[in-house]
């Protein structure tokens, strides 16, 4: 168990991360990638990525990142608020020497793993920071978020936004302890100390740094952060959300035409904007003065089309607008301001 001591001052500095961080996302994803546990959401996505794998870079990826057991902290550097892709892989690679040298050295010697580990000559050199080596490390970087995913980043994206809706509303109803609060059962609050179920035995004490919570969408079960967090910055702590199965399957180019056609009318306008910062099915119902079916029908057709993500949370479900929904209200209309809708499902 992981047991991390709160100081009003950090409780102060408590922030949520509001998009994915690209390296954290490769990072997790990989391990379940090259994984044998079977996690059902990610089946789809395994059995359409691994075949584009068996590329340039799979190799020093493997060494870099065993499924099980430390996995180097470099590779998920603090990124200062910019988690693009581009900024994020070039932190990676200014990496100090000394600090590549031990990383990969504790990676080395890490007890779970195979011994000696795969692409060993390739984590020499990576260690000594030759330039042939680095170069090597952002194209396996770069290459692998081409193919397993840049194509699934809007979903992903997607959940992270709809995870921060109810986070939002335990703010506003709770404070930041609320916001600890709702993080059970992965994370327990026991004013002032988080429990985190952890791997091993870790007492944090945050000192006035405040925590940086951060929504990964292949986090699995239980959270995860850094072993040895840069002194005197902001330690993260890496959360699984929730998700919905199926995200992974191929688009069926036909049935969303079919859907598209069908699509917009006033009400399923008016529910995609009202959404943008997160609404539960009797929130929209009373809002529009339609039923809680009428909702659900309307959040169903624009759920298929990729417009919208549901997620259930207690005892209701909570909508909030994708990026394509976002792009959409932001590119092609604006809903009318109406009390009511009475247009037909």
């Not at 997790?28 to 068996?54: A, D, K, M, T």
């Not at 581009?86 to 020497?97: F, I, M, N, Y």
């Not at 944090?204 to 995860?224: A, M, T």
């Not at 969303?256 to 609404?279: C, P």
């Amino acid at each position: 168990m992981l047991r991390v001591h709160f100081t009003a001052g950090d409780i102060a500095r408590l922030r949520v991360a509001a998009t994915p961080d690209p390296l954290w996302e490769i990072s997790n994803s990989f391990q379940i990638l090259i994984g044998r546990e079977s996690l059902l959401v990610f089946g789809q996505w395994r059995r359409r990525v691994r075949p584009r794998l068996i590329r340039d870079g799979a190799a020093l990826l493997t060494a870099l990142l065993p499924p099980r057991g430390y996995t180097p902290d470099f590779l998920t550097p603090d990124l200062g608020g910019y988690p693009d892709l581009g900024s994020a892989v070039d932190t990676v690679l200014r990496t100090p020497k000394a600090t590549l040298r031990g990383d990969l050295t504790r990676l080395v010697a890490s007890p779970v793993r195979s011994n000696p580990p795969p692409s060993a000559t390739g984590l020499r050199a990576l260690a000594g920071g030759e330039p042939e080596a680095l170069h090597d490390l952002g194209t396996a970087l770069h290459g692998y978020y081409r193919r397993a995913l840049d194509e699934f980043w809007p979903h992903i994206c997607a959940q992270v936004a709809a995870d921060g809706a109810l986070r939002a509303r335990a703010v506003l109803t709770g404070g930041a302890e609320g916001l600890l609060a709702s993080f059970e059962p992965v994370m327990r609050w026991r004013p002032p100390v988080l429990e985190v179920d952890y791997p091993v035995d870790r007492e944090l004490r945050l000192d006035e740094r405040g925590l940086l919570l951060q929504p990964s969408f292949y986090c699995v079960r239980r959270p995860v952060m850094l072993a040895a967090p840069s002194p005197g910055r902001t330690p993260v702590l890496v959360h699984p959300i929730q998700h919905v199965l199926g995200w992974a399957q191929a688009p069926d180019a036909a049935s969303a035409g079919a859907s598209l056609g069908n699509l917009m009318g006033r009400t399923r306008a008016a529910i995609l904007e009202d959404v943008v910062t997160g609404r539960t099915t009797g929130e929209l119902a009373a809002r529009f003065g339609i039923s809680g079916s009428a909702v659900s029908q309307h959040t169903a057709v624009l759920r298929r089309v990729g417009l919208l993500l549901s997620m259930r949370r207690g005892k209701y479900i909570l909508h909030t607008t994708t990026p394509a929904g976002i792009a959409l209200l932001n590119g092609a209309f604006r809903a009318p301001a109406h009390d009511h809708w009475t247009d037909s499902v």
